[in-house]
């Protein structure tokens, strides 16, 4: 299991109306957008990006693209 999805894991039971998919803290309801939280590593060592992720779903893919998302860290 990744850090990330260790992390997340321990978040969830805290954040209310939740739920964890994969890597991704997903904010319920989702209908038509994908909203949650996600960690993308850097080239750093113990260093990670925080993204607000939304992202349409009647587009299929197999990844999320963070073409709508933010990130919310700068890493530091």
């Given at each position: 299991m990744?850090?990330?999805r260790k992390t997340l894991r321990l978040i969830q039971p805290r954040l209310k109306g939740t739920r964890l998919c994969k890597d991704v803290l997903?904010?319920?309801p989702t209908e038509h957008l994908?909203?949650?939280f996600l960690f993308e590593r850097t080239p750093y060592k113990?260093?990670?990006y925080l993204w607000r992720v939304i992202t349409p779903l009647y587009h299929p893919?197999?990844?999320i693209y963070l073409d709508y998302s933010k990130r919310?860290?700068?890493g530091e």
């Open positions: 990744s850090m990330q997903v904010v319920l994908l909203r949650g113990e260093m990670h893919a197999n990844h919310l860290s700068k």
